[in-house]
């Protein structure tokens, strides 16, 4: 009975840590020991853009006059689009809007990124993903903390438009948003994302290509001693998925890569004791999510009759099952993200993780 109770207690607090105590933790650190960056709002670096496209002709003219209407100095940003062997016409239709075009066999979008950081010769280096568009301000503010010597890392935000359906992401990813902040303001962002990031040439690394960069390079920056930060200012917009069914399926597929990372990526080795913990904090423990719900449910229900606690729990485990099974939308979508951390890791541990990707459902 008393590994049943060090379970269900463990499972439940690991899970209230990650949700809320963690985030309300990491924001009150942040007010009183926060780091600022250093920033110029006059920096100019020559700045290489490049977007990685699979099959992406029904967004790829628009990405790329977006990016050539940037209020940015034209001489100084090189515009590249890297080809993962597209099959339709978003080769040509690239070239035709202004953009310099690279084709890569098949083989993923990093190694298609590391391609083109190989021949290109920006001082910072900028990745966006093909479905997005930035403000007309947002290269100016994402390369303004490069000013900081410290920093090796930028990431923007994404800001998710209305998609008419009934995918509840736009809450999640508010939520996720603002412990970025705070993260950022405290030491280091514990991942990014791949709308809008940038890079010093000289921090960048090739990582292994089914990892990705949004998780892999903040954390290998802090290892080298360096700051990934979040830029608030700099924007990037992108259409969610529309419904919490298909953002399951784009979450199953993320977290696929997740898992690979966080069980073979050495993600925890030489990282200063703060950011460790900010790392397991929000990253081990939430990607173990559904796992721990299993834990706390089974443990819960062996442990009725020894406590009204116990009921009282369980009822509330099953009161949020009963919602997301009627469609209840924030509880669905929580309940469907959970246990989409679980089959991804049943995914992965089956039969691994592909380095090649397709668009998600709904997003263009």
């Known amino acids: ?118 021949e290109t010769a920006g001082e910072i280096l900028a990745f966006s993903d093909a479905n997005a568009t930035w403000a007309p301000d947002a290269l100016r503010k994402l390369v303004r903390a490069f000013a900081d010597p410290e920093v090796a890392y930028v990431c923007g935000r994404l800001v998710l438009q209305d998609a008419q359906g009934g995918n509840k992401e736009g809450a999640y990813w508010r939520y996720e ?46 290892q080298r001693g360096r700051r990934a930060v979040y830029e608030h200012e700099a924007q990037a917009f992108e259409k969610p998925t529309p419904t919490n069914e ?28 703060v950011y460790a913990l900010q790392m397991v904090s929000h990253r081990v423990l939430r990607y173990g999510s559904g796992l721990l719900h299993l834990l706390l449910l089974g443990a819960n229900v062996a ?12 009822a509330g485990q099953l009161a949020l099952l009963a919602g997301a099974a009627a469609g209840v939308g924030i509880a669905r979508y929580y309940v469907l993200v959970s246990w989409a951390t679980v089959v991804s890791l049943w995914n992965y541990l089956r039969r691994g993780v592909p380095a090649t990707w397709d668009a998600a459902e709904g997003t263009r």
């Open 1 to 118: 009975m008393l590994a049943l109770k060090v379970v269900f207690w463990g499972s439940l607090g690991a899970l209230a840590w990650t949700h809320a105590g963690y985030p309300l933790a990491a924001g009150v650190a942040a007010r009183l020991r926060g780091r600022p960056v250093r920033k110029d709002e006059d920096a100019q670096p020559t700045v290489s853009v490049i977007v990685a496209a699979y099959n992406e002709e029904s967004v790829i003219e628009r990405r790329v006059e977006n990016l050539r209407a940037l209020d940015y100095p034209a001489g100084r940003v090189e515009l590249v689009v890297t080809s993962d062997a597209s099959s339709d016409r978003t080769e040509e239709l690239a070239d035709a809007a202004g953009a310099r075009v690279i084709r890569n066999e098949r083989g993923g979008k990093v190694a298609a990124q590391n391609r083109a950081v190989r």
């Open 177 to 222: 948003l603002a412990l970025r902040e705070s993260e950022s303001r405290l030491t280091s962002v514990t991942g990014g994302n791949g709308s809008i990031y940038a890079v010093r040439r000289e921090d960048y690394v090739e990582v292994d290509p089914r990892f990705g960069h949004d998780l892999a390079f903040p954390y290998l920056m802090v």
């Open 246 to 273: 298909t953002e399951y399926r784009r979450k199953v597929r993320m977290f696929e890569h997740c898992w690979l990372i966080t069980l073979r990526g050495s993600m925890l080795r030489r990282l200063p004791p």
């Open 303 to 314: 442990l009725l009759g020894e406590g009204p606690l116990y009921g009282v729990v369980l």
